[in-house]
């Protein structure tokens, strides 16, 4: 049975930075693109990043580039996710998810299949 684990969030002031991990298991993520997706209290779940099976690109939200940084580790089944310079607009609970193709096209929900994991709460605050 495919299942996410999402861990690593916390309570954080803003500028500071946050490693999440998402260890996946019913799957070899390997054959896959996986997506990392927040949502805010209130609002729909986004697409933060997706990052392609090996060798292709990542595709980043306008309002994380050039802070976070999505990576994978195959042999472990996981996918990271770095947070640099935090801000207070980054708060929501993170999910990650497989699409049903190799490679990143977008950062929508279509494609995403398989349940959403518990997600793991990141909240900036000062």
């Known amino acids: 049975q495919l ?7 916390g309570l954080v002031q803003p500028g500071k ?16 693109a996986v997506g990392w997706f927040r949502q805010a209290p209130g609002k729909e779940r986004e697409g933060v990043l997706c990052i ?6 990542t595709i980043y939200a306008d309002s994380v580039k050039g ?8 042999a472990e089944n996981t996918v990271y996710l770095q947070m640099e310079s935090l ?10 998810a497989a699409y049903l193709y190799r490679y990143c096209s977008g950062l ?8 959403w994991g518990q997600g793991t709460q990141v909240t900036v605050s000062s």
């Open 17 to 32: 930075s946050l490693r999440l991990s998402c260890a996946a298991s019913g799957l070899n993520l390997d054959y896959y």
């Open 52 to 57: 392609s099976s090996m060798y292709g690109r």
């Open 67 to 74: 802070r976070f940084t999505g990576s994978r580790d195959n």
């Open 3 to 9: 299942q996410f684990v999402e861990s690593g969030g």
């Open 108 to 115: 929508g929900l279509d494609g995403v299949f398989g349940s």
């Open 87 to 96: 801000k207070l607009e980054d708060t929501g609970v993170y999910y990650c």
